[in-house]
Nanobody, 123 residues
Framework: VQLQASGGGLVQAGGSLRLSCVGS????????MAWFRQAPGEEREFVAL????????DYADPVKGRFTISRDNARNTVYLQMNSLKPEDTAVYYC?????????????????WGQGTLVTVSS
């Protein structure tokens, strides 16, 4: 599976962005999909995940209530709607595909990664 993330950009605090991640090469219907982010000088951290059917989601505490993950399996696409953005949300955002496990918030669970898209939130 090849993943291509897009939708990043520069936005003012309080604004919104929607990230997209399109998969190609094979369908990702059976995959657990997630978004991670990495700020300069920081480790990559979990943001949100969604199971293969879209019926189960999970969010990191800093984004809970502001971000929404969704997926369209017919389009091989997963989305991250980000509202009420804060300067601390500034990072490169990565989408990832893997299989459901007890370690689903950890980067090691995911086999396939997109190239990242930069989100910059100005104060």
């Amino acid at each position: 599976v090849q993943l291509q993330a897009s939708g990043g950009g520069l936005v003012q605090a309080g604004g919104s962005l929607r990230l997209s991640c399109v998969g190609s090469g094979r369908t990702f219907v059976g995959y657990l999909m997630a978004w991670f982010r990495q700020a300069p000088g920081e480790e990559r951290e979990f943001v949100a995940l969604i199971n293969w059917s879209g019926g189960t989601t999970d969010y990191a505490d800093p984004v809970k209530g502001r971000f929404t993950i969704s997926r369209d399996n017919a389009r091989n696409t997963v989305y991250l709607q980000m509202n009420s953005l804060k300067p601390e949300d500034t990072a490169v955002y990565y989408c990832a595909a893997g299989y459901w496990s007890d370690s689903k918030r950890l980067t090691g669970t995911y086999t396939y990664w997109g190239q990242g898209t930069l989100v910059t939130v100005s104060s």
